[in-house]
């Protein structure tokens, strides 16, 4: 039977979530919406050593600014329940018990020291079938001496018993057909005593039988563990539900070589995170996409085609679109240079196309903060509209547009140089009667009469209109100065044009 697409991401709340988990992220959405199925939110929160308070509703956070939506998770509930691997404690018990009662896994009391000692001693010492006979387990000691110890609350671990010498063959959905003899795996822990909870490898595969998952589909890092996988899917006599693999291809640095790292990212100047983090042990604040001003649609476009490619030349695509022509088909088992510049391009594009009244509902918090008010949001998005082709963050706007909500503190001395001449602030003060007497400030119309006038009197077209866009502005940058006048005060502007002929020596 045709089992239901179901995926999970399950991210270990160890940090804020890496653009790589991100990624995995949003593969994971856009197969599961591509195929009807669901998508599952789970929390693999089993090592208390490593958790780390804020990191789970971080990812709850970025997933949701990324616009990636969870079916089945600790918020959204859900018939597999809990979704948080340390409300599951009970489930796994029984679990492990299953093992032990099938012989297929072995309880180990070797202490720390004492498996120092076997590494010590044994050169690349590995606890498999070569060395759990000369251990402290539960095959080598009587049964009652067993019994006894966990009477007596020693503490202890669960080994999984790997039979020695057998091909596993997993087949990967990217990599194709990956086989590696089990002798050299060991017998990994699956349990431990002193905290009662599963390791990582037992909780998840357990829920991912139990949460009916179809596709497991993570970072390359995580194909080591898939043998391990297959080989516990079978010792439970699940192997007919035995999810697809799909290990995606690794993030790598934009230059030189190997895995791109948070330090790529501090060096070269761009996020490796989503949102901003503040590191409750350090202190440290490390930067986000979206609070440097990222758009989310285009982040998600951005991280969608590193590794996957939609066999078409197409490149801007929405969420939609990405879920309409996705399949691990066209995703490449080469790594992915994180080229962060395509990044900053795919953002530009964005702003392009977002409706200006849009932009300015994201540009209002800049605002606030400078503690600018007083600007309809028609202004703003008028004044931003002109200022967006020069773009690409949302910062940029702010650089861009600036002088519309404040009048210039002082001039650029380059520019003022060039264009202001003693004979300058005289032409300044004729040009505020010239609009005064503009009655419709409408674009054309007052480039028409500042146009004839400024020929009229035979003056220097390039020096008078940089003149009095230095006198604006600030500098001579800036969209048509004609745009610029239509949409603020005429009042505003003479008193800017007042103020230079006062200020500029
Ligand atoms: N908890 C693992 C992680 O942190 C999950 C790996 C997997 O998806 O199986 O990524």
């Not at 009807?36 to 509703?57: H, K, N, W, Y």
């Not at 498999?128 to 539960?138: E, Q």
């Not at 089990?182 to 990994?188: A, N, Q, R, T, V």
């Not at 986000?288 to 476009?301: F, S």
Request: aromatic share 10%.
């Amino acid at each position: 039977m045709e089992r239901k697409v179901r995926v999970r991401f399950a991210p270990s709340p160890t940090g804020p979530l890496h653009i790589g988990g991100v990624r995995t992220a949003l593969y994971n959405y856009l197969f599961a919406r591509r195929n009807g199925g669901d998508m599952i939110l789970r929390i693999e929160d089993t090592d208390s050593r490593r958790f780390v308070p804020g990191a789970e509703d971080y990812i709850n956070e970025s997933l949701k600014w990324l616009g990636i939506k969870i079916d089945e998770g600790v918020k959204e509930g859900g018939a597999y329940g809990p979704y948080k691997q340390s409300e599951r404690r009970d489930i796994y018990r029984k679990y492990v018990q299953q093992l032990l009662d099938t012989d297929k896994a072995y309880i180990a009391f070797d202490t720390p020291e004492e498996l120092d000692a076997a590494r010590a001693t044994t050169p690349n010492f590995q606890y498999d079938a070569s060395t759990r006979g000369s251990m402290r387990n539960s095959l080598t000691l009587p049964k009652d001496e067993v019994e006894k110890l966990i009477k007596d609350g020693a503490q202890y671990v669960v080994r999984f018993k790997i039979e020695p010498g057998k091909d596993v063959v997993v087949n990967d959905q990217i990599r194709g057909e990956v086989k590696i003899n089990s002798s050299i795996l060991d017998d990994k822990v699956l349990y431990k005593s002193a905290d009662d909870l599963p390791t990582y490898h037992l909780a998840n595969i357990v829920d991912d039988h139990l949460m009916e998952v179809t596709h497991v589909i993570r970072g390359e890092e995580w194909l080591p563990s898939a043998p391990l996988h297959k080989l516990l899917y079978e010792a439970f006599g699940w192997a007919d539900t035995q999810p697809q693999f799909v290990h995606l291809p690794l993030l790598l640095k934009p230059v030189g070589n190997g895995k791109l790292s948070k330090r790529d990212g501090d060096k070269l100047g761009f996020p490796v995170f989503p949102l901003e983090w503040n590191d409750p042990k350090s202190g440290e604040t490390s930067s986000g996409y979206r609070e440097k001003g990222y758009l989310p649609e285009a982040v998600v476009n951005f991280l969608a085609l590193l590794g996957w490619n939609p066999g078409d030349d197409s490149e801007l695509m929405s969420m939609d679109e990405l879920i309409q022509k996705f399949s691990f088909e066209h995703c490449s088992k080469a790594g992915a240079k994180f080229d962060y510049q395509k990044g900053i391009w795919f953002n530009h594009e964005y702003l392009m196309k977002k409706p200006n009244k849009e932009l300015a509902e994201l540009f209002k918090p800049i605002l606030t903060k400078k503690g600018i008010t007083g600007f309809s949001d028609e202004y703003i998005a008028t004044a931003l509209g002109m200022v967006k082709g020069r773009s690409n963050l949302i910062p940029d706007l702010w650089t861009q547009a600036d002088f519309f909500f404040t009048a210039p503190e002082s001039y650029a001395e380059k520019d003022v140089k060039k264009r202001w001449n003693e004979d300058t602030p005289r032409i300044m003060a004729e040009l505020i009667s010239v609009l005064k007497g503009i009655e419709d400030m409408t674009s054309a119309n007052a480039e028409k009469i500042v146009l004839d006038w400024i020929a009229e009197k035979g003056y220097h077209l390039g020096n008078v209109m940089n003149a009095f866009r230095l006198a604006v502005v600030g500098a001579c940058r800036g969209p048509h100065m004609f745009d610029i006048t239509e949409l603020m005060p005429k009042n505003e502007i003479i008193a800017r044009i007042q103020k230079a002929i006062e200020t500029i020596k």
